[in-house]
């Protein structure tokens, strides 16, 4: 017994002596968890001599800001007789903190816990170097994000008949983001482009890339509104300039009366279509992405939505998940998609949540999603005081007017007829023009029954001496209707006309 | 959006033939007005408005062809109006009674060769 003991103390001897040689600080602890041993190193590292850094007082040294972690960490992992690990602050002689990272592992001997050995190392200038570039790649992480969102759209265009509604969600990490864009081109009375595209790359770069990609595109498609011309001529623009940018897309006409899609992937991911009969992936018009040589062909596929369906285009964030088939998250979208039948928007919101509560966030997401809204029997409107209104008034009384099963013939004279009582309401209700005027249509019973009221009162003599413009206006109005009342009051004026559709009559 | 007509003048006959294609409402009607009021010479026997590609006309434009009859009158030149059976617009015109200022006719032959 004794033999042991001398020779425990003999190892114990050498050990210091190794240990105040060694270029790192060196300790042990005791049973207790008390410091029993600090090494010449780490004493001139202090400043203080071997009786105050034993025991506990050791902590006096520690940052008082790391000083809880520091301790807690420490007797959890004591209790446990667990490896122990931690990087902190500690006072140097000069009074300067500086980095450190400490380890400590238990010691048996016999079997029987005798206490701990430790080693500390002074990081300061790694962790300095760590701290550095953790915030430029912060930096840089913001700057891509605030450009990225500059490049986006404001806002999508309103298009009467026609749901759009777009996300985009940077990267949550690092540099990862920028790339990703959508847009929504109007490009007639009744025809929309909608584009997502992804630049390969991340950062300032493709951020800025994206910006003059999104550009080019929204010229080229009024140029020529098919998704494969603007495609060869995105195509080629990117080979003259031999910048070496390479980006993926899928565009989509929509017609929004009609339903027909004409659609080109330049290596993008497929579009998602949800209809009343479930969900499918629109997987033709496939060709290679954008950049990839100057040789490349594209050509337009052509598809037919039903009224109600829902178009999703999306980037590779929302789908790619390591580890996971793209068959797999195809599926888990298209079941996402069906489920959420709600408000367009309602639905973005539950795809995105799902795609970060699952692993996502790595990658920007874009997400843009078309619906082809169903004829409704009620049309309720406010419109600027502005004769540029008109026309898209029009259209929209015609559609409407068409799925109420108007001929050609009412179409006309009740679109017109609802028309000349808006121009009363622009030209003669007020004086400034910044105000506005409610419409409302509605259908009852095959017959068509409208109002149109505004804050103003009309010039009730020259209407009823059936001079000029706006007298012949409502003449026509009087004429091409079954019944109009106009009440006049303080408040404003209110016209309401009905007039009962021939195919409602002759059921 | 915004309203689209697309006006072709071609003289035909001794007369000048304006086609008004497209939509005339309000906010194009002085555009068309300049464009009509430039076509017509003088030696003319007057101006055949057709409206046979015509898909909306608005109490603005149906007053726009009564002050087009009134000018041309005034340089003792005429305005026909061609709209062809079974135009939406037949109701209209009757409703604001153009015919008092200009002859419908159906078809352009019909307004070049009436009397």
Not at chain 1, 465 to 487: K, P, Q, S, Y
Not at chain 2, 46 to 74: C, K, W
Request: glycine content about 10%; proline content about 3%; some cysteine.
């Amino acid at each position: 017994m004794r033999e042991t003991l001398e020779r425990v103390s003999e190892s114990e001897r050498r050990f210091r002596e190794l240990a105040d040689s060694a270029p790192v600080f060196i300790w042990t602890s005791d049973a207790s968890g008390l410091v029993d041993f600090i090494n010449r190193g780490w004493l001139d590292y202090t400043g203080r001599s071997s009786r105050e850094e034993l025991g506990d007082s050791w902590m006096v040294g520690v940052h008082p800001e790391d000083a809880d972690r520091v301790v807690d960490s420490w007797w959890e992992a004591f209790h446990a007789r667990g490896e122990w690990e931690c990087e902190y602050r500690l006072q140097r002689h000069d009074g300067s903190y500086r980095w450190i990272v400490d380890r400590g592992r238990p010691r048996f001997v016999g079997g029987s816990f005798v206490g701990y050995v430790g080693t500390a190392t002074d990081i300061h200038e790694r962790k300095g170097m760590e701290e550095r570039l953790a915030q430029a790649y912060e930096r840089d992480h913001e700057v891509a994000a605030t450009l990225q969102r500059s490049l986006l759209p404001e806002r999508l265009p309103s298009i009467a008949g026609l749901g759009l509604e777009a996300r985009y969600l940077p990267a949550t990490r690092g540099t990862a983001i920028g790339g990703d864009w959508y847009d929504a081109v109007e490009l007639d009375q009744t025809r929309v482009a909608v584009v997502v595209g992804d630049v390969v790359g991340h950062g300032l770069r493709a951020a800025t890339r994206m910006g003059q990609l999104r550009n080019a595109f929204r010229a080229y498609v009024l140029l020529d509104p098919s998704p494969a011309e603007t495609f060869a001529r995105l195509n080629h623009l990117l080979a003259v300039e031999g910048h070496n940018v390479m980006a993926t897309a899928l565009c989509a006409v929509v017609d929004r009366d009609s339903g027909a899609i004409e659609y080109c992937s330049a290596g993008h991911l497929p579009a998602v279509v949800v209809d009343e009969s479930g969900t499918r992936l629109l997987e033709g018009g496939r060709s290679v992405p954008l950049g990839t040589g100057d040789a490349a062909s594209y050509s337009d596929a052509r598809d037919l939505l039903e009224p109600g369906s829902t178009l999703l285009l999306y980037t590779d964030g929302l789908v790619e998940r390591r580890g996971v088939g793209l068959d797999e998250r195809f599926a888990h979208l298209a079941e996402l998609a069906a489920a959420a039948r709600g408000e367009l928007n309602a639905v973005c919101d539950a795809i995105l949540s799902d795609a970060l509560s699952d692993g996502g966030g790595v990658d920007d997401v874009a997400l843009l999603a078309v619906r082809l809204q169903p004829a409704t029997d009620n049309l309720s409107l406010r419109l600027a005081a502005d004769p540029a209104v008109l026309a898209g008034l029009r259209h929209r009384l015609a559609r409407f007017l068409d799925a109420a099963g108007a001929s050609e013939q009412e179409r006309y004279e009740i679109t017109l007829t609802i028309c000349e009582a808006a121009a009363n309401a622009i030209e003669h209700a007020y004086g400034p023009a910044d105000a506005d005027f409610e419409l409302e249509v509605q259908l009852d019973g095959g017959e068509v029954i409208a109002s149109v009221r505004d804050r103003g009162s009309w010039r009730k003599e020259r209407a009823e001496a059936g001079e000029g413009t706006r007298g012949r206006g409502l003449g026509i109005i009087e004429g091409l209707m079954d019944n109009v009342e106009v009440t006049r009051s303080q408040a404003g004026t209110t016209v309401r006309m009905r007039r009962k559709l021939e195919s409602a009559e002759a059921a | 959006m915004s309203t689209t007509a697309d006006i072709a003048v071609e003289q035909t006959g001794g007369w000048t033939v304006a086609r008004l294609n497209g939509e005339l409402d309000m906010t194009n009607c002085s555009y068309v007005r300049d464009v009509l009021t430039r076509a017509v010479p003088s030696e003319a026997h007057g101006m055949i408005a057709d409206l046979s590609g015509t898909l909306y006309l608005d109490s603005a434009a149906i007053e726009l062809l009564f002050e087009m009859a009134r000018r041309l009158s005034r340089r003792r030149q005429r305005l026909r109006i061609v709209m062809p059976a079974g135009s939406p617009l037949q109701r209209v015109l009757e409703l604001t009674d153009v015919k008092a200022v200009a002859p419908i006719h159906a078809t352009l032959d019909d307004a070049l060769g009436a009397a």
